[in-house]
C-alpha cells in the first residue's frame, strides 16, 4: 500500500501516525485550548457567603458547646433533700391557710434577771432614813444656835 511509486503519492510520516492511530489517542496527545473557569455571578456569590456564614454560627455554636463545662447532676442525697424541704413547705402552706392554727409567735428572749433578796429591799429604807435624819440634824442645829448666840 506505501509501495508503489507512480499511482499513489508518498505521504509524510506525520500523516501515516494520524491515520494508523486510533482517534482517541489522537485527542490525548493534542492540546485541547484552555478555557477561561466561570466566575460566579453576583448572586452565586451572594449565596456562597450567606452559606459561609451560617456554617461560621453553626461550627461557634459548637464549639461553645465542647468549650462548656460538663453539667452535675444532683445526687441521690440532694434530691431526698429537696423532697423533704418541699414536704415541709406544702405543710406550712396547708397550715398558713387554716384559721385557728394561723398565729404568730414572737422568739422569746431569754434575759437574766436576778432575784431580788430582802437586803436589796432594805437599801431605800436605809436611804430615806439617813436623809430623815440630815433633815432633823439641821432643825436641831439652828434650834441650837438660836439659843446660843
Partial sequence: MVGTVSSERELSMEELKRLNHPQSSL???TPVP??????????????????????????ATQAALVREPPRTY????????LARDVAAVREMLQQAGKRRERRISLPRLHLHIPHLSSAWL??????LVLWAMWHSWDTFWNGLRAMFP
Avoid: F, K, N
Avoid at 484552555?34 to 461550627?59: C, K
Fill in 27 to 29: 485527542e490525548q496527545q
Fill in 34 to 59: 484552555a478555557q477561561p473557569e466561570p466566575h460566579p455571578t453576583q448572586t452565586e456569590w451572594a449565596e456562597l457567603m450567606s452559606a459561609m456564614i451560617s456554617l461560621e454560627r453553626r461550627v
Fill in 74 to 81: 444532683p445526687t441521690q442525697e440532694q434530691i431526698a433533700t
Fill in 122 to 127: 432594805l437599801i431605800p429604807v436605809i436611804l
